[in-house]
């Protein structure tokens, strides 16, 4: 099945510094949504964004649904030891019935 | 708080045994699906359910069945385990499209290991 496209792939920064990451697609989606991922647990929402051009915030993380609905990305304020895991994206569309279409992930490292 | 619940965080199975993972949502969500996730290769679907008994397969269910007798419930089987199905296993529902907020939420996983 088809996959977004994240960058970086993985990253690597300073306690302290600010993040950010992004998620494309080569086909539009209505809903796009972000996830984190501990070693050896389930994503977690972070955040959730329904309308094309919507910016959204949950505490240090903001979010935007890019206006061309190909894109979006997820910036970090702020990093601390506690944000280091996977972050997923996932795009939903009616093209796509009712299932979702998740990027690889980005790794995020912080370093003290 | 919304809650995805999987019957085993660990399970240790053996090559053709019949396995059974279990996943419960207290939201009343009307999808439920199964994911399984490798290194290197994402999260993949294995297969979704839209309603009670219906079941659509994803991109790999090749020696899988799932079973969906009520809302809550969704239960993926390995007819006959074998090593290539070792994974961490995810459960996720959410509701159906067309409806306000319809996004996924997770259980905690399941690592199988197939010896």
């Known amino acids: 099945g088809q996959q977004l496209n994240q960058s970086p792939q993985s990253m690597f920064i300073q306690e302290g510094e600010d993040v950010s990451m992004n998620c494309t697609s080569s086909?539009?989606?209505?809903?796009w949504l972000w996830y984190k991922q501990d070693p050896g647990e389930g994503p977690v929402l972070l955040i959730a964004?329904?309308?094309?051009?919507e910016l959204t915030s949950n505490g240090r993380l903001t979010a935007q649904f890019g206006i061309t609905r190909k894109d979006s990305f997820l910036n970090i304020s702020a990093s601390i030891p506690s944000d280091v895991g996977i972050y997923f994206c996932?795009?939903?569309?009616?093209?796509?019935?009712?299932?979702?279409?998740f990027g690889p992930g980005t790794r995020l490292s912080v370093l003290p | 708080d919304v809650k995805v619940t999987q019957s085993s965080r660990y399970l240790v199975k053996r090559t053709g045994e019949k396995v059974f993972l279990e996943c419960v949502q207290d939201m009343d969500h009307e999808n439920m699906f199964w994911y399984r996730q490798d290194p290197g290769l994402g999260l993949r679907l294995i297969y979704f359910s839209y309603d009670v008994k219906m079941k659509e397969k994803g991109d790999i269910p090749e020696g899988y069945s799932v079973s969906r007798e009520k809302k809550e419930r969704f239960s993926l089987i390995l007819e006959s385990a074998s090593t290539n199905q070792t994974s961490m296993y995810l459960c996720?529902?959410?509701?159906?499209?067309?409806?306000?907020?319809?996004?996924?939420?997770f259980g905690q996983g399941t690592r199988l290991t197939v010896v």
């Open positions: 996720a529902s959410s509701f159906k499209l067309g409806t306000a907020n319809t996004e996924a939420f």
């Open positions: 996932a795009g939903q569309d009616d093209n796509y019935g009712q299932n979702f279409v």
């Open positions: 086909s539009i989606f209505n809903t």
């Open positions: 964004l329904y309308k094309a051009g």
